[in-house]
């Protein structure tokens, strides 16, 4: 047990930052009562102040991060029994949408550095039914996009950025959202910008965002007429009011962020910690904050997570197993064959960078983290 100098406040929660901007453009969506993406005009203004901010023509609103991968797979066209290959470190949200369109998730490994995509293991996974590449921004850190982008051209497939935890994120100077043939964000309460539930996708091709439009909405085109298959996966009003002034303060936020993970990295250095960092040609957003504890510690980390949790630090594990360990992708086929993810799950700690922490709270989590860490490593 800490001192009280060095002790959290018991129930700490964080979550978004608002100010009286959202309140104001909030209330006067419900005044209006023009709530939808027909009757109001917010989401088209927020559709193309989202796709102008990171450098894209087009960007197709939805109501979830999930919304945007699936709508962005359904538009690329992959069905029953195409491959698409999707690293086993994610978030289920990456790779339920395969499964929604009966095609088959094929998960490689990631690099030992970024916990992005392995663009030798995504080489090696490619086979004839290979459709698409589904890259993750894991933590906010692009994807190594230029050397997926090119085998993706090599072998005639589609590219697919999940940039749902990297909104502003930087690859080789560039923001993502035209980097991929479709990038997809989330703008879910924790994301780095939120509408509360929330998604786009943002696109360079036309043919495929006419595509994501039409499935977003019940694959209308006409009134009446209805070409194919879609969803219901519109965006409200209320949602583009909070996204319209949200993204006028994204870079604020994004430097907060990068700032509370400045803060982790200045009091975790001086242990044997694998902290995370960025390759050389990116700009990550680090929308949360992940280390791995040395190895002789991996059997101990879930006992290292609740003491951290018994001193109050608002700690997680993201990812603790890979995604193939769950159930739901027992019909799959293994060896799985993902060694690096496998170690990455057994040592990786989460600690926020939500903009709403206070730097003196995020100072303290540093701290009492390095405190605890080093109990165990003596
Ligand atoms: C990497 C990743 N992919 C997909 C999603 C799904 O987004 P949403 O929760 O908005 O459906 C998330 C968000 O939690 C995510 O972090």
């Known amino acids: 047990m800490k001192s009280d100098s060095k002790r959290l406040p018991e129930g700490l929660r964080f979550g978004p930052l608002f100010d009286e901007a959202e309140v104001e453009m909030v209330s006067e969506v419900v005044r209006t009562g023009r709530l939808t993406q027909f009757s109001s005009d917010l989401v088209n203004e927020f559709e193309r102040a989202f796709a102008a901010y990171v450098g894209a023509p087009a960007g197709i609103a939805v109501n979830s991060g999930t919304a945007a ?12 029994g195409d491959e698409v290959i999707v690293p086993a470190f994610t978030f289920i949200g990456t790779v339920g949408p395969i499964l929604q369109q009966q095609a088959v998730p094929v998960f490689a490994d990631i690099d030992p550095q970024t916990f992005c995509l392995s663009v030798e293991d995504t080489a090696r996974k490619l086979t004839s039914k ?11 850190h692009p994807a190594d996009l230029d050397p997926l982008r090119e085998l993706a051209a090599e072998h005639d ?29 989330s703008f879910y309460e924790s994301k780095n910008m939120t509408t509360g539930e929330g998604g786009i996708i943002t696109t360079g091709n036309e043919r495929l965002a006419k595509l994501c439009r039409t499935i977003r909405h019940q694959g209308e085109e006409n009134w009446g007429i209805i070409k194919r298959l879609g969803f219901n996966y519109r965006m409200g009003a209320l949602q583009a009011a909070l996204g319209v002034v949200q993204l006028k303060k994204l870079d604020k936020f994004n430097e907060m962020r990068r700032e509370r993970a400045a803060i982790y990295t200045a009091a975790l250095s001086d242990l044997d910690l694998q902290l995370p960092g960025e390759s050389p040609d990116v700009w990550s957003v680090f929308h949360v904050y992940s280390f791995l504890l040395p190895n002789e510690l991996a059997g101990r980390r879930d006992e290292i997570v ?30 799985f064959d993902c060694p690096v993810t496998e170690d990455v799950c057994s040592r990786v700690i989460t600690l926020p960078t939500l903009q709403s922490i206070p730097v003196e709270t995020a100072e303290l989590i540093g701290e009492i983290t390095r405190d605890v860490v080093r109990e165990y490593m003596r």
């Open 157 to 185: 497939l589609v590219l697919i950025e999940d940039a749902c935890q990297a909104h502003g994120a930087k690859y080789k100077g560039v923001r993502v959202g035209n980097l991929a043939d479709l990038t997809c964000y």
């Open 130 to 140: 290979t459709k698409a590449i589904l890259a993750v921004d894991m933590f906010g």
């Open 69 to 80: 991968l699936h709508t962005a797979l359904a538009a690329a066209g992959i069905g029953t």
């Open 306 to 335: 609740q003491r951290l949790r018994d001193e109050r630090v608002p700690v997680g594990v993201a990812y603790p197993r890979p995604l193939y360990a769950s159930p739901v992708f027992a019909s799959l086929e293994g060896p």
